[in-house]
């Protein structure tokens, strides 16, 4: 299995941007599609978006469509979800996961690592 570590949380104001970034230990990063999810305070985790082990497919939740857009460098063995026009109820932590399967974290869950955690807090 793959060790994350995500990066780039912090305090923006509403309709501004953040990128977090998930680095990948060992060389198998490639093997595995990645996805973030996201939990605010009070409620369950919730998926976010999910792209393949190619970079080629991509997939969101219908709340971050076309603000979010998750991308992959497996040169650096990292994944990126750049959050545009975020809004208050985008606050939460965001964990990055990995998964053998795109489909079962399409499907909203990951089966491999998680990552720790970085806090994204949209203040309006």
């Known amino acids: 299995q793959v060790q994350l570590v995500e990066s780039g949380g912090g305090m923006v104001q509403a309709g501004g941007s953040l990128r977090l970034s998930c680095a990948a230990s060992?060389?198998?990063?490639?093997?595995?599609?990645m996805g973030w999810f996201r939990q605010a305070p009070g409620k369950e985790r919730e998926f976010v978006a999910a792209?393949?082990?190619?970079?080629?497919?991509?997939y969101y939740a219908d709340s971050v469509k076309g603000r979010f857009t998750i991308s992959r460098d497996n040169a650096k063995n990292t994944v990126y979800l750049q959050m545009n026009s975020l809004k208050p109820e985008d606050t939460a932590v965001y964990y990055c996961?990995?998964?053998?399967?795109?489909?079962?974290?399409?499907?909203?869950?990951?089966?491999?690592?998680w990552g720790q955690g970085t806090q994204v807090t949209v203040s309006s």
């Open positions: 996961a990995a998964d053998l399967l795109y489909a079962r974290l399409r499907g909203g869950t990951a089966g491999g690592s």
């Open positions: 792209i393949s082990s190619g970079g080629v497919n991509t």
């Open positions: 060992g060389r198998t990063f490639g093997a595995y599609a």
